[in-house]
């Protein structure tokens, strides 16, 4: 399918029945394989031949939807997760290990910002967070000897702020090193980080692929692009005898396109088990086969709204990159064209008072956690995942009281603007 459009992947790539097979994805719903000989099960255990022998590292439902995702990507080889901090947290200490350290972004994902910070910290890994408006020199001037992955959002949620890929990778590859980029919000339909540079894409697949809210998942992409066995002293554990698979090197059995995402199952899945259920690879694959359709309706609303409130007298100001004038317009101009997401950040004169009073206003945009769907949903951080921390803690936060951040759902636009008028109009 490397040849068709991004539009047709969607919808085709990632399984070919066969005659009289199901025209459907199947799901493989099984625990466990059955083989004739131990003999035969031997060998995938010595990863001599592919198959399956147990669904926590492996499922064929799985691997035809996490295929379909490289192949929109335009990777070599993809896996699924059970999350997406699970595809995150994979994706790094797949090559980095305690003395390990990471350069990041540090407009990421709160949940991820964690992660990184303070579990993966408790391994042995540190990390230098850097601005993504840093200049190259202080970029280069973040990375250390032990410095194994640069990592950054395409789109961060929820700062909204746009990752200059290039800038990112240039420096990574300049230390010898792969660049990480969660691709979540914008998806493949609108941002494709391996054409601008970057080595590794991660998602969130709960969020826009799933498109439903029905099931929660990651994903793992390698482009193939990175040279592992060119920086062996550096990834050890892709580039020397994996003793715990009879001494198998990775990078040189699996090659440049396949070492990566084999280590990452056979060694990590292995390991701690956070396997997306075929149930919800599944559902996820409904997703994807609307993605490209539902991706241009949440821009579109997304954009028709924020012009909306950046015209609104009760509206402090207005995140959202596809405005001429935001911060982000320029790389958003480059990486995004088509447009990045439906997310929308807004400000409210009234600070947390006109806040709270707008999301009780509220009546056809729902208040949850949750981003990235078909319905559209609303948060105002102050007074919900991040109720604990007063004003001036918020705003060093980069999430002041008067912050409120807005998923754009597929709703007719006129409607939700209709029902940010009338909550606008109810704040004194």
């Known amino acids: 399918m490397s040849n068709y459009k991004i539009n047709t992947k969607c919808v085709q790539s990632g399984y070919t029945p066969g005659n009289g097979q199901p025209r459907q994805i199947p799901i493989i719903q099984s625990t466990t394989f059955k083989y004739d000989t131990s003999e035969d099960m031997g060998k995938l255990f010595d990863l001599e031949e592919a198959g399956y022998f147990y669904t926590r590292l492996q499922n064929p439902t799985n691997d035809m939807v996490a295929a379909k995702i490289a192949d929109m990507e335009g990777g070599t080889a993809g896996m699924l997760t059970s999350s997406g901090q699970a595809a995150n947290f994979f994706?790094?200490?797949?090559?980095?290990?305690?003395?390990?350290?990471i350069v990041a972004s540090s407009s990421i994902y709160g949940g991820t910002f964690n992660l990184i910070s303070v579990t993966m910290a408790k391994m042995g890994i540190t990390t230098t967070f850097v601005?993504?408006?840093c200049t190259e020199e202080e970029l280069n001037a973040a990375f250390q000897d032990n410095t194994r992955a640069v990592f950054g959002e395409t789109i961060a949620n929820p700062a909204l702020t746009v990752l200059d890929i290039e800038k990112f990778a240039k420096a990574a590859h300049a230390h010898g090193v792969p660049l990480i980029v969660d691709n979540t919000f914008p998806t493949p339909v609108n941002c494709r980080p391996f054409e601008w540079g970057a080595d590794i894409v991660t998602h969130s697949t709960t969020k826009y692929m799933d498109g439903h809210?029905?099931?929660?998942?990651?994903?793992i992409v390698d482009s193939g692009n990175f040279d592992w066995m060119a920086h062996a002293d550096k990834f050890p554990g892709l580039?020397?005898?994996?003793?715990?698979?009879?001494?198998?090197t990775y990078a040189e059995k699996f090659g440049q396109g396949g070492a990566f995402i084999t280590k990452c199952t056979a060694q990590l899945m292995r390991d701690f088990g956070c396997i997306q259920s075929p149930q919800n690879a599944f559902l996820l694959n409904l997703g994807l086969e609307s993605l490209h359709v539902r991706m241009a309706r949440h821009v579109e609303n997304g954009r028709a709204v924020a012009e909306f409130l950046q015209?609104?007298?009760k509206v402090a100001y207005v995140i959202y990159s596809d405005l001429p004038g935001d911060p982000y317009h320029e790389l958003a101009q480059k990486y995004l064209p088509n447009g990045g997401c439906g997310v929308v950040s807004f400000g409210l004169k009234g600070g947390r008072e006109?806040?709270?009073?707008?999301m009780k206003g509220l009546k056809l945009a729902a208040i949850e956690t949750h981003v990235?769907?078909?319905r559209t949903c609303c948060l105002n951080p102050a007074?919900?995942?991040?109720?604990?921390?007063?004003?001036?803690?918020?705003?060093?936060?980069?999430?002041p009281a008067e912050l409120v951040r807005m998923s754009c759902g597929l709703e007719d636009k006129d409607d939700l603007i209709a029902d940010l008028a009338q909550a606008l109009d109810g704040i004194e």
């Open 311 to 313: 015209n609104h007298p």
């Open 91 to 101: 994706a790094l200490f797949n090559i980095c290990e305690c003395g390990s350290h």
């Open 131 to 133: 601005s993504p408006d």
């Open 213 to 219: 809210g029905a099931a929660v998942g990651g994903a």
């Open 354 to 358: 006109a806040a709270s009073a707008f």
């Open 372 to 374: 990235a769907d078909a």
């Open 239 to 248: 580039c020397t005898p994996d003793e715990s698979y009879h001494g198998i």
């Open 383 to 399: 007074t919900s995942t991040h109720r604990q921390m007063n004003d001036e803690q918020l705003k060093a936060a980069g999430v």
